[in-house]
């Protein structure tokens, strides 16, 4: 499981925003992918540790940031994100997150929403998708039911549909199955545009490029990389 810091970023696009950021306005971006139940107490006491210095943060604080120029949360900002759709994500983290009184950041490929469980594992290795030991036996991912229920309480934003990365999406049949369909199902699913999109390593949305196009135009407002969220749209 284990948290990683991805970033204490504000996008350095406008004076109020460095004005912001000088103050101690910043944004602290942790990723978690499995959450098994064996490690739910490890999970728990590192949410717990960061909720003591930051206060969770949602699109709509972001939203006002970016409108006003003030940073709208008493502390910095922190966004706990759980990534890849694994159904431990719907059992530990989320249960977990709502005992904590967290709104989480869920990133689940749509693809993997509806791969049969006995074809799970060879979907898994050919997508560079971790399974863990200690969960020999599927499913591994969430339904599109489950996810639908976690998005009443969390975020739900997109990660392509088959754990793409950016450099792997070349033609338009890349860009509809990776970007636009994923972006379409999650609307339809949760009843709002995803307010954000990450790629697979964490790359930037590229202007000029068929993948960095695709986000730019999405609908999506925020970008998620390995360094910062990025505001993609006005």
């Given at each position: 499981m284990g948290g990683r810091t991805v970033g204490d970023s504000d996008i350095l696009r406008a004076?109020?925003?460095?004005?912001?950021?000088?103050?101690?306005?910043?944004?602290?971006?942790?990723?978690w992918h499995n959450t098994p139940q064996a490690r739910r107490g490890d999970l728990r006491a590192q949410l717990t540790g960061y909720l003591a210095r930051y206060d969770p943060v949602?699109?709509?604080?972001l939203d006002r940031f970016f409108e006003t120029g003030r940073w709208p949360l008493d502390r910095p900002g922190?966004?706990?994100?759980f990534y890849d759709?694994?159904?431990?994500?719907?059992?530990?983290?989320?249960?977990?997150?709502?005992?904590?009184?967290?709104?989480?950041?869920?990133?689940?490929?749509?693809?993997?929403l509806d791969v049969p469980p006995q074809e799970?594992?060879?979907?898994?290795?050919a997508h560079d998708v971790t399974l863990l030991d200690?969960?020999?036996?599927?499913?591994?991912?969430?339904?599109?039911?489950?996810?639908?229920?976690?998005?009443?309480?969390?975020?739900?934003?997109?990660?392509?549909?088959?754990?793409?990365?950016?450099?792997?999406?070349?033609?338009?049949?890349?860009v509809e199955r990776e970007i636009v369909r994923p972006v379409r199902q999650l609307t339809q699913l949760t009843g709002r545009v995803p307010?954000?999109?990450?790629?697979?390593?964490?790359?930037?949305?590229?202007?000029?490029?068929?993948?960095?196009?695709?986000v730019l135009t999405s609908g999506v407002r925020y970008a998620m990389t390995n360094t910062a969220l990025v505001r993609v749209a006005d």
């Open positions: 004076p109020f925003q460095r004005r912001a950021f000088g103050a101690g306005a910043f944004l602290r971006v942790v990723n949602q699109p709509d604080d922190f966004i706990p994100a759709g694994y159904r431990n994500n719907v059992t530990v983290a989320a249960p977990v997150c709502e005992e904590l009184g967290i709104s989480a950041w869920f990133f689940p490929p749509t693809g993997l799970q594992r060879a979907f898994a290795a200690e969960e020999p036996h599927p499913p591994w991912w969430m339904t599109c039911d489950e996810l639908a229920q976690v998005s009443r309480r969390h975020v739900v934003a997109a990660h392509t549909a088959t754990h793409a990365a950016a450099k792997e999406i070349r033609t338009l049949d890349d307010p954000a999109f990450a790629f697979l390593y964490g790359t930037p949305p590229v202007p000029g490029t068929p993948a960095g196009d695709a």
